[in-house]
């Protein structure tokens, strides 16, 4: 379908930062064909009319853990660690893939609403949360989230390896490259050297990225540098986890050794502010990190860990949390922080998104700046990185395709949603509720 979308400011998130009044934006199936100032030659077999507000790029939400909405607000109140195994992990042992199918959705539906087209999930079953996501319209990296908690390894029964072929084998280029699936670690703290060292085979072998959580509280940090006297971004490099594409979610505690190792490599780190903020991790020397050469892009973490995924509370946070934190007003400017959330997410997601110009992703949203959050505006972006909130998503456009408007999802169910989160899902997994 041909599209054209006008009468609208445009955020192009080029290199030049340009913000386009008047702007005319051209699509054909799933790319952006012409953007421009001037209304194109030719007929359309849809227009939009942006009502004079602004499109920009869809968010790119690097680090998710999606199907975690059934555990929004649960285990509130511990730390990192305690949060993990007295709360977390016994509820993830109930997980069915019907279940896993109906709070992926629930997740799917928040992001959506909120702006976001294409994410980074790491996550068991991946191969139902694969089925969510084709259906939603959204593009996905998905990754299983590999663990390892004995020396006992064989790849041929060991159940994350079995899952990670049974993903890359069904699901990887799905719909012209719609989902892709990456290889992962969940974290050095969690495994062991044989998953690492076939992880970073089987990417190597398949030409998959790497999903790893790395550095995101003290005691992870330091019990590793225990173990091997070595930093976890140090010691995975060591097994080849990082000879790919590769994305390192919280990075809260790395060095500067590490940062030389992720810019020499290529290794994005993925920013999780509110998560780290809520759970006590700390805060992750973006600023530092980006002076060093490190791609830097932006997460939510899970609903648990969050409570929420309006990407605009995340952007906002990633856009004054480290003027504060460093006494300087000037340590993340709201462009910085747009770039992050857009084109620097796509970068570590190795896609061509989070920039509108002519051959990219048709991955596009319009917020509505007449309202009152918005009113009045001296600077689109200022506005977009400080002011804006989810509910001001009036379209979200995924690969060409309208998903969500003026309220409405178009790919979801959202009350048959609704239904099976509560009925199915919330009983499944809380059975003494």
């Known amino acids: 379908m041909s599209i054209l979308i006008h009468n609208c400011t445009a955020v192009l998130m080029d290199e030049a930062g340009t913000v386009l009044p008047g702007a005319y934006v051209a699509v054909e199936g799933s790319k952006i ?14 227009e939009i009319d942006g009502k004079g507000g602004v499109l920009m790029p869809g968010f790119v939400n690097a680090h998710t853990h999606v199907p975690m909405t059934a555990m929004r607000g649960y285990g509130d109140g511990n730390n990192l660690q305690d949060w993990l195994n007295n709360y977390i992990f016994p509820v993830e042992a109930r997980w069915d893939d019907r279940a896993i199918r109906a709070c992926t959705d629930l997740g799917l539906a928040e992001m959506i609403a909120s702006g976001v087209t294409c994410i980074a999930d790491m996550y068991g079953h991946s191969p139902a949360i694969a089925q969510s996501v084709a259906d939603s319209g959204i593009s996905a990296n998905l990754s299983v989230g590999g663990v390892q908690f004995s020396d006992d390894f064989d790849p041929d ?116 502010p509110m998560s780290n903020l809520k759970l006590g991790s700390g805060i992750a020397p973006v600023p530092a990190m980006k002076k060093a050469g490190v791609n830097v892009a932006l997460g939510t973490d899970g609903v648990s860990s969050n409570n929420c995924t309006d990407f605009f509370g995340d952007l906002k946070l990633a856009a004054i949390l480290h003027n504060g934190a460093g006494c300087d007003p000037l340590a993340l400017l709201p462009m910085d922080a747009l770039r992050m959330a857009t084109c620097d997410g796509a970068r570590a997601l190795g896609r061509r998104t989070g920039v509108i110009a ?76």
């Open 33 to 46: 064909v012409s953007v421009g100032a001037q209304r194109p030659a030719g007929d359309f077999e849809t």
């Open 157 to 272: 029964t060991h159940n994350d390896c079995r899952v990670q072929r049974e993903l890359t084998e069904t699901w990887h280029g799905y719909n012209d490259g719609q989902i892709l699936a990456d290889a992962s670690v969940h974290g050095e703290y969690t495994s062991h050297h044989q998953l690492w060292r076939w992880m970073a085979g089987y990417a190597r072998d398949h030409g998959l990225g790497m999903h790893v959580h790395i550095s995101e509280t003290r005691s992870e940090h330091e019990a590793c540098l225990a173990r091997h006297g070595k930093t976890p971004i140090q010691i995975l490099n060591d097994y080849g986890v990082w000879d790919t594409r590769a994305i390192a979610a919280h990075c809260v505690y790395t060095t500067p050794e590490d940062w030389a190792i992720m810019a020499e490599k290529g290794i994005s780190a993925v920013h999780n």
């Open 358 to 433: 002519p051959g990219y992703t048709a991955d596009l949203i319009l917020v509505d700046f007449s309202h009152l959050n918005l009113t009045p505006c001296h600077s689109v972006v200022s506005n977009l990185a400080y002011a804006a909130h989810g509910s001001d998503v009036a379209m979200n456009m995924a690969r060409g395709k309208v998903i969500y408007k003026d309220g409405e999802f178009l790919t979801i169910d959202l009350e048959r949603v609704r239904r099976e989160v509560a009925d199915y899902a919330l009983p499944l997994l809380f059975p003494e509720k």
